[in-house]
């Protein structure tokens, strides 16, 4: 178990869904994670009735448009011609409501060939059906409606906090990797014999990871000497008289940064948000066991204490150190690093963290490290060719924290910074040594879940490998199991809900026109990043990608510490050479936008059910998959998202009153969402923090409105096929396709989670608990009030509804 991820369980738990769904639950965790703050996404036919529902939709804009014209053209028109206009069109509108009633009832006849009876259709109509709860009025609770057939049926594993559809399609994934690893290489005949060579040398690298792992005899022979070894290379203990001043502490630092550990501060590229497509050096707080908030906790503290000091007794002679000093002195260190720490709702704000420093500037406001010192070797350790002098600049991320950690140091004896230090290297590798000494693990492990959470050796070492070679992992997981004709469709439904967000934006009121013209450049500059990356499949490059990753298969934490040497190089050497490689990898399941690319990213893990299926009608795929990237669109234009331009520079192209006009329509829903509760394991309620989940909270309603208006502009693009698309399921006959585009949308959220941990996650994750990314959304929804024909103030249709997008 890797202490350090434990922090990011908690900060990430539902972005990261490998460490939500236990047994796989441990990585090594991408070890700059938070170097760059990132917008994820956790997650999760008939011609009469397409001419039915295009009627209705023609009805709904004939009388919008008429009462336009009504307003501009009153004043104009005389008295008399006026009344019988009126009187006329009185009469117009009971006939269309008339015809708008009929219409409604004859939807829910379906002739036999409007029916999809394929096998998949009907294993889909059961899975939708078998969900939901239909004695609830949908009016009243949808998400018991779309779920509550789902939530009886399913239970939490008793290792696990949670369970959701997200957390099974992402055990899928996991589970498709693992059955990869467990075999040996199979020969892909499409390939020339070079290429051949390659693939198998490059499919030979994640064997040589994966066995080494599982060779627990050979791992437990070398007991904790692979790390006495680091010890010996390091001289943490004895070079701690150079720490009190002069460049021993910083040329520590730069020895174990040179082994992927990172006390005090972590150090990776940056995107530049002045010049898109460039890179600078950024550096931010880092170095605890637990994350932050943790060191509030006495109770915790304690067991803190004593996972430390046993730790230490395992590892060190007690002839030689005194055990009990040293889990003191390490433990009111972290304790005062933590009271440093920044807390993290400041690093979503570029505002707060994006600050330009020069060397001179650094070695001003902390002179405890000596910063040209530290770089210039940093990259030189990396072979990286780069000038640090006096105007180079850098992103000082976390400029509260290290002005604390400067008096810190300035304050603390040699002797504890020493302990600190050798304590960080533990943290980092502790889990590669022998199973004899991981007792102290488990038992702090225990009561940090409230339970025992046993992962396999198998699970634990999968992970290991989609850590260490995400990209080549996700190689063979597309090979294997992603379907070539996938990526066009996902293409269509990108176009479909651009398109839906450029006819929305000019009907926004409270922007202006040149904001307003900016802002449709913008949607059609996003990049779209589907499924992986073609170099994916190109064995050269591929192979190039993982030449310093030296492997060695008797060196199972050697093998570790070359990954993350290379992990660093690769971040580093973008600020000379800028790449743009996809940031996530394609078994991953989720979704994101990255402002400085303007990209949205929906990779090859998630196009899965229940968000995307070729078999399944297009309403359902609508209702997922369309909803994924409506809400990774609209995260373009959230209160992150905003702040950059169409080519992702951080630039203000708002003017002033419609950026007030934003500040304005965000308060609605801060206000909506912070009057939300959920139940605790103690039965009283607690309030969603509507400030903190707004960027998530928009984007969910955008994105459900943009995946609407898209579906029905996929049927007016293309209407020759839009029926044979569009066939209803067989269990579903007395159902309209709109009703069966939300049903999807809701399903997507179907989730159950133990309710302390839910409690925790209202100040961890910044999207609200999945029941209210549902009934939220939806009580904004006129859409959705609509085709469930909701009263005005029941339950699911207020009256007052907040909208921005
Ligand atoms: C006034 O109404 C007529 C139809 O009643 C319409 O053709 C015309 O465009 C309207 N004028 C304006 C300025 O909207
Ligand atoms: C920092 O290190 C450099 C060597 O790169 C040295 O020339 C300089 O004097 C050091 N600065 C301070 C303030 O010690
Ligand atoms: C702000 O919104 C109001 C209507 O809500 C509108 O009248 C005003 O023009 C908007 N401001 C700008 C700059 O668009
Ligand atoms: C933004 O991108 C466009 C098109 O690629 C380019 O013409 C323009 O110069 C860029 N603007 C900036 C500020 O980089
Ligand atoms: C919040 O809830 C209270 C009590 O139910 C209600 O009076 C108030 O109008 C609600 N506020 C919002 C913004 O929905
Ligand atoms: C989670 C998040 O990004 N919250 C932001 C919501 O918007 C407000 C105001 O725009 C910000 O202050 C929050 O940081
Ligand atoms: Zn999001």
């Not at 996404?41 to 009462?67: C, V």
């Not at 304050?411 to 004899?436: H, M, P």
């Not at 499924?531 to 030296?550: F, G, N, Q």
């Not at 690769?570 to 790449?579: A, C, G, Y």
């Amino acid at each position: 178990m890797k202490f350090q991820q434990i922090g990011a369980v908690l900060t990430f738990l539902s972005l990261n869904l490998k460490v939500l769904s236990l047994p796989f639950a441990e990585r090594i965790g991408n070890p700059s994670e938070e170097i760059e703050p990132r917008r994820i996404e956790d997650i999760f036919g008939n011609n009469i009735n397409i001419q039915k529902q295009s009627i209705a939709s023609q009805l709904f804009r004939k009388k919008a448009k008429r009462q336009e014209e009504r307003k501009v053209n009153k004043s104009e028109k005389i008295e008399e011609e006026w009344e019988k206009q009126q009187e006329k069109e009185e009469k117009e509108k009971e006939k269309e409501n008339e015809e708008w009633e009929k219409q409604q009832e004859k939807e829910k006849e379906y002739k036999s060939e409007d029916i999809c009876m394929t096998d998949e259709c009907i294993t889909s109509s059961k899975r939708i059906l078998n969900s939901m709860d239909t004695t609830v009025d949908p009016c009243d609770d949808f998400y018991q409606y779309a779920c509550g057939g789902w939530m009886e049926q399913t239970e939490i594993p008793s290792n696990s906090a949670s369970i959701s559809t997200s957390i099974i399609g992402n055990s899928r994934n996991m589970n498709i990797i693992k059955n990869i690893l467990e075999r040996e290489y199979k020969v892909n005949e499409n390939l020339s014999p070079e290429e051949q060579e390659l693939d198998k040398n490059l499919f030979n690298k994640l064997k040589t990871i994966f066995n080494t792992c599982m060779d627990v005899d050979k791992i437990n022979a070398k007991g904790k000497q692979p790390l006495l070894d680091l010890y010996d290379k390091m001289k943490i203990y004895e070079n701690r008289e150079s720490y009190k001043e002069g460049d021993g502490l910083t040329e520590q630092l730069v020895t174990l940064n040179k082994y992927g550990v990172f006390p005090f501060f972590k150090v990776g590229g940056h995107t530049d948000y002045e010049k898109a497509n460039h890179y600078l050096i950024a550096f931010l707080q880092n170095g605890l066991t637990l994350s932050k908030d943790y060191y509030s906790y006495d109770v915790l503290m304690v067991e803190l204490r004593k996972y430390i000091r046993n730790i230490l007794a395992l590892i060190f002679d007690e002839n030689e150190r005194d055990i009990e000093v040293m889990a003191d002195s390490i433990l009111e260190f972290e304790k005062k690093i933590a009271n440093a720490y920044v807390p993290s709702i400041k690093l979503q704000n570029p505002q707060y963290y994006y600050n330009k420093r020069t060397i001179s500037e650094l070695s001003e406001k902390y002179p405890k490290i000596n910063w040209s010192l530290f770089f210039k070797k940093r990259l030189a350790n990396h072979n990286i060719d780069f000038d640090i002098n006096d105007e180079t600049i850098f992103i000082d991320m976390t400029p509260e924290y290290l002005e604390k950690l400067n008096e810190i140091l300035e304050e603390t004896d040699v002797d504890t910074i020493a302990y600190y230090l050798e304590w960080r290297v533990i943290d980092r590798f502790y889990e590669y040594l022998s199973s004899d000494l991981q007792g102290p693990v488990k038992e702090f492990s225990d009561f940090l879940y409230g339970g025992s959470v046993e992962t396999p050796l198998y699970g634990k070492c999968s992970s290991m490998v989609d850590d260490m070679m995400e990209m080549a992992v996700g190689k063979y997981f597309v090979e294997e199991a992603f379907d070539a004709n996938t990526k066009p469709a996902v293409k269509e439904v990108f176009k479909n809900i651009k398109q839906s967000m450029i006819e929305r934006i000019p009907q926004m009121e409270w922007l202006d026109k040149e904001t307003s013209d900016y802002a449709i450049e913008k949607v059609m500059m996003i990049k779209e990043n589907i499924a992986y990356p073609d170099y994916l499949l190109d064995l050269e490059k591929m192979t190039k990608k993982y030449e310093y990753l030296e492997l060695d298969p008797d060196d199972y934490l050697g093998n570790v510490i070359s990954y993350l040497n290379m992990y660093y190089r690769n971040d580093l050497i973008r600020i000379v050479e800028p790449t743009s490689d996809w940031r996530y990898s394609p078994q991953t399941f989720n979704g994101f936008y990255y402002p400085p690319d303007n990209s949205i990213n929906i990779l090859a893990g998630i196009l899965q059910t229940p968000f995307y299926d070729s078999h399944e009608p297009d309403y359902i795929n609508y209702g997922g998959l369309g909803m994924l990237v409506g809400h990774e669109l609209t995260h373009a234009f959230d209160g992150t998202g905003r702040q950059f331009d169409k080519n992702g520079s951080m630039t203000n192209w708002w003017s002033l009153s419609t950026a007030e006009n934003f500040s304005n329509a965000a308060q609605c829903f801060v206000d909506q969402y912070s009057n939300y509760t959920i139940v605790g394991s103690d039965g009283k309620n607690y309030n969603v923090d509507g400030e903190f989940t707004l960027n998530e909270n928009i984007s969910d309603n955008g994105g459900v409105d943009r995946a609407y208006e898209a579906w029905k502009i996929s049927m007016e693009n293309d209407a020759l096929n839009a029926k044979q698309r569009n066939k209803i399921l067989p269990d579903f006959t007395q159902y309209t396709r709109d009703q069966l585009f939300f049903i999807s949308f809701g399903q997507i959220w179907c989730s159950k989670m133990r309710p302390e941990v839910a409690v925790q996650y209202l100040s961890k994750d910044n999207h609200a608990p999945s029941e209210w990314r549902v009934k939220g959304v939806l009580r904004n929804s006129k859409h959705f009030a609509e085709v469930f024909n909701c009263p005005v103030n029941s339950p699911m249709n207020p009256e007052q509804k907040c909208s921005i997008w």
